[in-house]
């Protein structure tokens, strides 16, 4: 099971990241964004650095805050987060047709969860693709105690250079992952290689959508929000992803942002204006009683120096997002279903 309390909090900043040098890897990965003079090449340049800092810093208060699925859901009225989270995986497996005996990838898969779920609901095998040693050994270790170790492993790796043979997996799928990729047609380049040919590939996208207007300046500030609390070398548009997808040489299936017509909007668990039992950590009083612990938990010394200074930027992040969502700016599950053709060269 998840690790949800505030100890188990404390003693997870950072990841794999020496305890006394946190403070300094905040600073180093702020440094990356715009709010801090960064540029998106450089985001670009060193992404593999950037994204690995953010995970280390920012996992265990996603796993305090929303469990072992690290993503937005759309919802119906009266569904809680979590069931609204599960099925939103099992849509994804069913979009891709997953039978038992097919091997699949989950491309960027955090420390599982998703993968999990999907293994149990489809009864396929997982390998799951994480260039973050943090989450890998937390992945491996919540895969034991769930009991599918057999059926789930996970990979270390970038997934701009996959370590597989070509033609490999029966069915791919990424979610709210592949936005970090510096390049989306090389990525999707990747995914299209080892994917065997007539087999599905089906992604949750973040997305700056037809709505966005780079010349507006509250735009522009959710944005870089978004980015800087998100590991983001950029936001691509629906339209970006969508040519991306025709350029590396898959077949479109079909494609929607799911966001445009959810009952619940996808960001209102983020949204400090309401109050919910069972999403208490992520309202604007639990995130207040988090912000107190983590600062207590600081200065007493069981959390490292610079935690405070995560919890400042995730919740910067969180802004940003309801932000985006107000304004249907931006949308974390730009959804598509694509296919990798019989013949191809």
């Known amino acids: 099971m998840s690790k949800s309390g505030a100890l188990d909090l404390a003693l997870g900043v950072g990841g794999k990241i020496k305890k006394e040098d946190v403070q300094s890897a905040a600073q180093q990965y702020e ?20 994204v690995n800092k953010y995970y280390d810093l920012a996992t265990s208060f996603y796993e305090f805050g929303w469990g072992e699925s690290f993503h937005f859901a759309t919802r119906w009225k009266g569904e809680s987060l979590r069931e609204s989270i599960k099925r939103h995986e099992h849509f994804l497996a069913l979009q891709l047709g997953l039978k038992p005996g097919m091997k699949v990838l989950d491309v960027g898969c955090g420390i ?98 037809d709505h966005y207007n780079p010349s507006n300046e509250s735009h522009k500030k959710a944005k870089a929000e978004i980015e800087l609390g998100n590991g983001l070398p950029d936001v691509r548009t629906t339209r970006q992803c969508l040519d991306a997808l025709k350029l590396a040489g898959f077949e479109v299936i079909w494609e929607k942002d799911l966001a445009s017509d959810s009952p619940v909007p996808w960001y209102l668990p983020l949204d400090t204006s309401r109050f919910s039992i069972t999403s208490f950590r992520l309202t604007a009083f639990g995130r207040f009683i988090t912000r107190t612990m983590v600062k207590t938990l600081e200065f007493v010394r069981i959390a490292p120096p610079g935690s405070n200074r995560v919890s400042s ?26 296919r990798k053709p019989l013949s191809y060269h």
């Open 112 to 209: 599982g969860g998703p993968l999990r779920e999907i293994a149990r609901f489809s009864s396929t095998s997982i390998t799951g693709l994480n260039n973050n040693e943090y989450q890998i050994s937390r992945g491996t270790e919540l895969n034991h105690l769930a009991g599918l170790t057999k059926s789930c492993e996970f990979v270390k790796a970038d997934f701009m250079k996959m370590p597989f043979s070509d033609d490999t997996f029966d069915a791919v799928y990424a979610i709210e992952a592949t936005c970090h990729a510096p390049d989306v047609v090389g990525c999707y380049k990747e995914i299209y290689r080892v994917l065997k040919p007539g087999q599905y590939f089906a992604a949750y996208e973040w997305c700056m959508t």
């Open 313 to 338: 930027f995730l919740e910067k992040a969180a802004e940003g997002l309801v932000a985006g969502g107000r304004m249907e700016i931006f949308t974390p599950m730009y959804f598509f279903l694509v």
């Open 31 to 50: 440094n990356y964004h715009a709010s801090y003079g960064g540029e998106e090449e450089l985001r670009k340049s060193n992404y593999s650095d950037m």
